[in-house]
Nanobody
Framework: VQLQASGGGLVQAGDSLRLSCTAS????????MGWFRQAPGREREFVAT????????YYSDSVKGRFTISRDNAKNILYLQMNSLKPEDTAVYYC?????????????????WGKGTLVTVSS
């Protein structure tokens, strides 16, 4: 499975962005999917995850209430709607496909990773 994330860019604090992640195969529609991010000089961190049918989702405390994860299995696309962006949201955002149908928060539970898209939020 190949994943391609897109939608990143340079925005100002308070703005919104929507990230998309397109999967090359329908395999991803049977698996949970998630978003992670890595800021310069920092370790990769969990952002949001969603189970195979979109019925369950979880968020990190730092983005809860501002970000929304969703998926369109018919189109093999995962989304991350990001509102009220802050400078601390600046990072490369990665999408990933989980090993199972659930929505894990640990990167160790993911088997496929995209190359990432850069989000820069200026103050």
């Amino acid at each position: 499975v190949q994943l391609q994330a897109s939608g990143g860019g340079l925005v100002q604090a308070g703005d919104s962005l929507r990230l998309s992640c397109t999967a090359s195969k329908r395999t991803s529609s049977n698996n949970g999917m998630g978003w992670f991010r890595q800021a310069p000089g920092r370790e990769r961190e969990f952002v949001a995850t969603i189970n195979w049918n979109g019925g369950r989702s979880y968020y990190s405390d730092s983005v809860k209430g501002r970000f929304t994860i969703s998926r369109d299995n018919a189109k093999n696309i995962l989304y991350l709607q990001m509102n009220s962006l802050k400078p601390e949201d600046t990072a490369v955002y990665y999408c990933a496909v989980a090993r199972g149908a659930w929505a894990p928060t640990s990167g160790n539970d993911y088997q496929y990773w995209g190359k990432g898209t850069l989000v820069t939020v200026s103050s």
